[in-house]
């Protein structure tokens, strides 16, 4: 991929997003990066090719400031990645109006804010492309205590496809890149929210909490190295893929989503296809 092309990270300060900076700097691209904290941006790296921004990504305004600096330094955004977001825990019930909305807010809202600002710029060129940063959890609900979190996942995913059937006919990929568990700081305090009202009879949903917190934390599998080279790879792919899985646990959690789909699809035929109106 030509290593003149301008990059714009959203989430920049630690996990993937710190990693991208990295590894993108190194090999001689230019990079937007943004946070809420300034600072903590300001310490990944002093650079002549890396603009760190201080964000809301849930102001429109803040937004598009970002985007315009990174135009008036680097002249262009070749490749967005959406990275920015962090977990929910809680199931539905117990999970306030407020909570479940902060989740949208970042997760969703926030990528929407930040894509409305750069497609002008990247139409105008002809030539782009989004990477989205979803989750296995966007693909398969299958996690109890987390159904807040996929459900903001969900909206990533869908919103990517159409998305990406939208801006094609201006030269701009979509990629929906859905991890498994990969071992960066999201399942630590800073980055994974917890219910302010617990209720105890969710058994399952604390079970989930306390493996995700104090066993699963700390002792993924997934390398957010690779996973990072692997988004960075593809920028440069010919036929870039419209859905990126990234792990093995996520290969199979995505194998096993379908094979549930085609089951009940197969059991349930007769009352599926029997809706129509009579001729």
Known sequence: MNNNKVWFVTGASKGLGRSFVLQLLDQ?????????????????????????????????????????????????????????????????????????RSSFDVNVFGLLNVTRAVLPHMRAQQSGHIFNISSIAGFTGAFPGFGIYCATKFAVDGLSESLSAEV????????????????????????????????DAYESVRETQIAHQHQINGNQAGDPEKAVAAVIDVAGAENAPLHLFLGADAYEMAYQKMAAVESDLEAWKTITVGTAIEA
Do not use: W
């Open 28 to 100: 001689g691209y230019k990079v937007a990066a943004t946070s809420r904290n300034l600072d903590d941006l300001r310490k990944i790296a002093a650079h002549d090719n890396f603009l760190p921004l201080s964000v809301d990504l849930k102001s429109e305004t803040s937004v598009k400031a970002a985007v315009d600096a990174t135009i008036q330094q680097f002249g262009s955004i070749d490749v967005l990645v959406n990275n920015a977001g962090f977990g929910q825990i809680g199931s539905l019930e117990e999970l306030s109006d407020a909570e479940a």
């Open 168 to 199: 094609k006919p201006f030269g701009i990929n979509v990629t929906i890149v859905a991890p498994g568990y990969f071992r960066t700081e999201f399942l630590s305090a800073g980055s994974l929210g917890l219910p302010a009202n617990q209720i």
